[in-house]
């Protein structure tokens, strides 16, 4: 399985970005997925998940109610919708898979190779 993520770009604060996850290879549904995101300088950390059946979805609190994470099992894709975008949001998105709903890193097997979002004031 391989994960792609696509849809950043530089964005001016306020704005907002639909970030992609296209899921290729042998694949089931009962995954669930999450975006991390990695500041320069900082370490990884949580921002969205979403369980496998798309009845449950977590947020960082810094992020919830301006980001929205939704998935279309049909076209095996995992979106993130960002709203409000501050300066600090600026990272590389990653997207990942796993068998555990979660919001540690170390419970997704399976990584992107990230998209990298700006953000300016």
């Known amino acids: 399985v391989q994960l792609q993520a696509s849809g950043g770009g530089l964005v001016q604060a306020g704005g907002s970005l639909r970030l992609s996850c296209a899921i290729s290879?042998?694949?089931?549904?009962?995954?669930?997925m999450a975006w991390f995101r990695q500041a320069p300088g900082k370490e990884r950390e949580f921002v969205a998940a979403i369980r496998w059946d798309a009845r449950r979805s977590t947020y960082a609190d810094s992020v919830r109610g301006r980001f929205t994470i939704s998935r279309d099992s049909a076209k095996n894709t995992v979106y993130l919708q960002m709203n409000n975008l501050k300066s600090e949001d600026t990272a590389l998105y990653y997207c990942?898979?796993?068998?555990?709903?979660?919001?540690?890193?170390?419970?997704?097997?399976?990584w992107g190779q990230g998209t990298l979002v700006t953000v300016s004031s």
């Open positions: 290879g042998r694949t089931t549904v009962s995954h669930s």
């Open positions: 990942a898979r796993g068998l555990v709903f979660s919001m540690n890193s170390r419970d997704y097997t399976t």
